[in-house]
């Protein structure tokens, strides 16, 4: 089955800097690779989401890119603020109604 | 976007009870509904996949006998911890895709945090 590693688990980074998270998948079938972010005790939220038919693509601050040959895709925040302080997951599945494999997650602290 | 809703949101119960959490698409119909499983400062690891109208597909380590799952309508999934222990307190969060959106957004539920004395 599918496995989606995610680094760095913490990330610390002053205000108005860019933040990068990384991940990498097992399984070559996988084709939608969502990133959501999560707020404590709430459910996650979806930021930004990528086919296998695209590389990259952004909206406003938040871009996510995918190299489908290295199987690693990364979210890319730029301008960062105290509100983009929560936790990040990556995940991947393949066609059809398969479920998300999520990556451990990564907390992201900005620090104004 | 779509809308999954979760009751409760909240629950506390003793040990040795059972407890029935409710997942519902208010908008769209779902074959389809994921249960995943959050403990505090982990990942979300998926549970269950719920299919409407047959039996629930555990992942490897979930007892079936512990945790029941109902999938009686294409809007409606239960999950029921039964004889429920400490160890199984946690966040549960339920999900969906509108049915023949292939590989489309999950939407979640707003979770259940379950609390075991």
Redesign the interface.
């Known amino acids: 089955g599918e496995n989606v590693e995610q680094h760095p688990s913490t990330l610390s980074v002053q205000e108005g800097d860019s933040a990068v998270i990384k991940c990498t998948y097992s399984d070559s079938a996988s084709n939608y690779f969502p990133w959501y972010k999560q707020e404590l005790g709430k459910r996650p939220q979806l930021i930004i989401d990528i086919r296998s038919n695209v590389g990259e693509k952004k909206d406003q601050r938040i871009a996510v890119t995918l190299n489908k040959t290295a199987k690693h895709f990364s979210l890319h925040i730029t301008e960062t603020q105290p509100e983009d302080s929560a936790v990040y997951f990556c995940a991947a599945s393949s066609s059809g109604n398969t479920p998300l494999v999520f990556g451990k997650g990564t907390r992201l602290s900005v620090i104004a | 976007g779509a809308v999954v809703s979760q009751h409760p949101s909240r629950v506390i119960c003793k040990s040795g009870t059972s407890v029935k959490i409710e997942c519902r698409s208010l908008d769209f119909q779902a074959?389809?509904m994921?249960w995943y499983r959050q403990f505090p400062k982990?990942?979300?690891?998926?549970m269950a996949?719920s299919n409407e109208g047959s039996k629930a597909t555990y992942e490897q380590g979930v007892e079936k006998d512990k945790f029941l799952i109902n999938h009686a309508s294409l809007t409606l999934s239960t999950l029921t911890v039964t004889s429920a222990h400490p160890e199984d307190s946690s966040?549960y969060?339920c999900?969906a895709?509108e049915a023949g959106a292939?590989?489309?957004?999950?939407f979640?539920?707003?979770?259940s945090?379950l609390t075991v004395l």
Do not use: A, D
């Open positions: 074959t389809t994921f982990q990942s979300l690891m998926l996949t966040f969060i999900s895709r292939g590989t489309g957004e999950l979640f539920g707003e979770g945090r």
